[in-house]
């Protein structure tokens, strides 16, 4: 006789991880985008705006992904709310980061 396994993930994650992955995304649409910006002015950018320019149109989906897994095995394994709470700021560091890393351009 086969058993059914059905896992329950509330909606706070399932939320959080549609949002980070769709901010993820986008990042790498925005990455793709101005990639331009980065290329036509030289390289006298720091290392950070240079690689997310450069490799943010894939890797920036590519994290969204990963941070939407890790919601969700957490929240299979731990089932503590502390720990989906601890990793949405994690991970909206790890936004603010890229943002900063794709948008800000040094003043010197």
């Known amino acids: 006789m086969e058993q059914h396994i059905a ?7 399932w939320v959080g991880a549609v949002v980070f992955l769709l901010a993820f995304c986008l990042l790498g649409l925005a ?3 101005y990639q331009w910006l980065y290329r036509d002015y030289g ?3 720091p290392l950070q705006n240079r690689l997310a320019s450069a490799y943010g149109a894939v ?3 590519m994290i969204g992904v990963v941070v939407a897994l890790t919601l969700f095995v957490s929240e299979m394994v731990l ?3 502390w720990v989906r709470w601890v ?3 994690i991970f909206a560091f790890v936004l603010g ?4 890393a794709l948008f800000w351009v040094p003043v010197s």
């Open 79 to 81: 089932r503590r709310v």
């Open 31 to 33: 990455a793709a985008k």
């Open 7 to 13: 896992i329950s993930v509330p909606k706070q994650t």
């Open 97 to 100: 980061y890229a943002f900063r």
């Open 43 to 45: 390289t006298h950018w």
């Open 59 to 61: 890797a920036f989906p």
């Open 87 to 89: 990793l949405f700021a």
